[in-house]
């Protein structure tokens, strides 16, 4: 450990994978700085779910007991019809697993609170180069003074700076999964808390989900080509959905208007990014802008959190020799990543968006609790 305590370690990246890397590397004995372009924690998006191994991973953390008493659980899915007609449902089991579902807001603050005082943040900043020197990395900032740094952890997304900085261009690792999908979070309940409703026409669909006091309005729809899009312009991107979406059935018109009258809305690219390695020289990437598995696979918090851990975990076994332990990181959590991006692609077919009539139908007979 004496080869860890006191270097300095820079962070990108100020959401789930970000923060609980910073967790991590400051309970390692690391010096931790995190920069992030906004000008706060990335507190937007939806809710997230933490399953599997992962909730190890929050017990060790100490996070378990405070992240229940902000656990969200649906009750109910329902397939709906043009005619918003019930055509199949599940009731999902009683709650006695220990996975969470929480909102995405209330996990980044239990997060901060647990970071205050002991990690440094650079907000309204990014880094612009990197430089490798003989016993560190150089880096240099859009907003700070250059600073030399151990180690370097991308932790910035599926569009991640560090990646394009270090690794080569997005386009070598992104791989589109022809879908396009839109979020808008409403503060207000359009149907019972702690319901999921569904409706599905070949190569489309869209999910309501209520929870609390809010609902999440999800367009989704097949794209066979990528589309030229300007990622500022919200107007254009909601155009895209009323073109995708107008005309059909079922709540269809009231939730195209509910989304153009709010301003909590993000289109987003389904994507997965697929490396052969997730690190290089000091380095290494955490979540999102190493191993997405798209929205498809509902792992994107999983995957951050448990990332971490397993980063955090290869450098402690080997005292802080980073080459060793991006190694290890690189071979141990592979076959998970791997698994969990294939289960996205199947999902995204037969789930999401199912694009015949019958892929419909089939999916909407299910019957097993989820």
């Known amino acids: 450990m004496d080869t860890i305590t006191g270097k300095e370690v820079l962070i990108s990246g100020a959401s789930i ?14 010096r931790v700085t995190v920069v992030e372009m906004a000008p706060q924690p990335r507190v937007n998006g939806a809710a997230i779910d933490l399953k599997g191994d992962t909730i190890a991973v929050i017990k060790r953390m100490g996070l378990f007991d405070e992240l229940t008493k902000h656990r969200l659980h649906v009750d109910r899915v329902e397939f709906k019809n043009t005619d918003d007609l019930t055509v199949g449902s599940v009731q999902t089991a009683d709650n006695e697993s220990d996975e969470l579902e929480i909102e995405r807001e209330a996990f980044i ?17 990014s880094i612009t180069a990197l430089h490798p020197t003989e016993d560190g990395m150089a880096v240099e900032f859009k907003q700070g003074a250059q600073r030399l740094f151990h180690l370097v ?69 097949v794209s066979d080509t990528e589309i030229d899009y300007d990622y500022r312009n919200k107007g254009q991107q909601r155009q895209l959905i009323l073109d995708q979406f107008a005309g059909q059935g079922w709540r ?5 208007a509910e989304m153009q009258q709010s301003d909590n809305f993000y289109l987003v690219e389904f994507y997965q990014i697929h490396m052969p390695s997730w690190t290089k020289g000091r380095v290494a990437l955490v979540g999102d802008a190493g191993y ?10 999983s995957l951050a959190v448990s990332g971490a851990a397993a980063l955090a975990d290869a450098l402690q076994k080997h005292a802080g020799n980073f080459e060793v332990a991006f190694e290890e990181y690189n071979d141990t ?11 996205a692609r199947q999902n995204l077919k037969t789930v999401f968006l199912p694009e015949t009539e019958e892929g419909v139908q089939q999916s909407n007979a299910q019957t097993n609790p989820f």
């Open 17 to 30: 994978a970000g923060l609980s890397t910073a967790w991590w590397m400051n309970q390692l004995g690391y």
């Open 109 to 125: 603050y239990i997060l901060l609170e647990n970071l205050i005082d002991k990690v440094t943040f650079q907000f309204n900043d």
């Open 333 to 343: 959590f592979r076959p998970f990543i791997e698994r969990v991006q294939a289960e």
């Open 153 to 221: 952890l991308g932790c910035d997304g599926v569009h991640s700076g560090v990646r394009r900085l270090w690794f080569g261009d997005e386009a070598e690792y992104a791989h589109f999964m022809n879908a396009y999908g839109s979020l808008t979070i409403l503060d207000k309940l359009l149907i019972r808390p702690g319901t999921m409703q569904l409706f599905r026409v070949p190569g489309k669909s869209i999910t309501l989900n209520a929870y609390r006091t809010k609902t999440d309005v999800i367009f989704s729809f």
């Open 292 to 301: 997405c598995a798209s929205p498809a696979a509902g792992m994107g918090g």
């Open 252 to 256: 269809t018109a009231e939730l195209l």
